[in-house]
């Protein structure tokens, strides 16, 4: 079933992490994974038979095939490929230098992960959440995602695409179940609107604009979509974002805020610019001429 920008509904979430290291600061909560991760496929879970969402729908695996999660005994977490050899994800995701683990079906893929530099391992600036990972070849046959590093028309109201596991309600239960959602949510604050956590896009829940997403504690390097006008889900999108930390209204309910890190800050550009000349490898939005395609 093809899902229109129009017809998605959905949602709020979680997507746990390993909860070794718990943070408060004052734009918003996350926990910090201080481990590894150990990936699979997105597209390699089972269609769903049941949407449990408040007002919403499921998503189609298969059509995020450059998107993986992480799913242990301590919780998940999210990354997408966005190069042949390239996985982006939160900082707070990993540890600097740690090691990542993809599984598809029988073949394993090894890499390791970088922070950005301002990260400090969430004592820098926290909206340097990123972290790339260099993966020992290329995951043939998987198209890469594409980075929007220029942010070109995204302004204050504009709806953007949200995608994870975990959580339903605002009181952060539900879910949890493996079922992959996704749903629209509204740009309240672009970038800068905080000059000392230079690369935070803030948006907010909206039903009345057909935009409830919120991001749930513990979401973590999901990649947040802007759709071309009038397309499909699986149809002309570009990352402008990662989920990066949540609004909290108490320690059992969100606030409707979340806390996203733009990917056409300065900030980024500059960070995955000279990593992937340091690390020779491509990125889908940042070289110009890819060896792959990327998805359109």
């Known amino acids: 079933m ?6 998605i509904l959905v949602l709020s979430w979680i997507l ?19 481990g590894e991760l150990k990936l699979m496929q997105v597209s390699q879970l089972p269609e769903p038979v049941e949407p449990k969402v408040i007002k919403g729908t499921r998503a189609r695996p298969a059509d995020f095939p450059a998107s993986f999660y992480q799913s242990s005994g301590v919780g998940r977490c999210t990354a997408t490929l966005v190069g042949p050899s390239v996985l982006l994800t939160a900082a707070h995701c990993v540890a600097n230098g740690g090691k990542v683990t993809i599984s598809i079906s029988a073949t394993t893929f090894k890499g390791k992960c970088t922070h950005h530099e301002k990260w400090q391992n969430g004592e820098g600036d926290v ?5 790339l990972c260099l993966i020992d070849r290329e995951l043939a046959g998987v198209t890469p995602e594409r980075l929007d ?19 339903t309600q605002e009181d952060m239960s539900g879910g949890n179940d493996g079922v992959f959602r996704i749903g629209l ?5 672009m970038p800068s609107y905080n000059q000392q956590q230079p690369n935070d896009m803030l948006s907010e829940s909206d039903p009345n604009e ?17 759709l071309k006008s009038n397309s499909t889900v699986a149809g002309a999108r570009s990352i402008v974002a ?10 059992t309910k969100v606030n409707g805020k979340s806390y996203l890190v733009a990917t056409f800050t300065s900030d980024f550009k500059s960070f995955v610019g000279t990593w992937s000349k340091k690390n020779k490898v491509e990125v889908c939005g940042l070289t110009k001429s890819m060896s792959v395609a990327c998805h359109r």
């Open 242 to 251: 990662l989920n990066s930390r949540v609004g909290l209204e108490s320690d």
């Open 149 to 167: 590093l220029s942010g070109s028309g995204l302004d204050v109201g504009q709806k953007l695409l949200l995608a994870g596991f975990g959580c």
């Open 127 to 131: 909206s340097a959440d990123y972290a």
């Open 16 to 34: 746990l992490v390993d909860l070794t290291g718990m943070a408060h600061c004052e734009s918003g909560h996350f926990v910090k994974n201080n």
């Open 185 to 189: 949510t509204k740009i309240s604050e």
């Open 2 to 7: 093809k899902v229109t920008y129009a017809q």
């Open 210 to 226: 057909n935009a409830p997403a919120i991001v749930c504690p513990g979401d973590s390097g999901g990649s947040v979509y802007r």
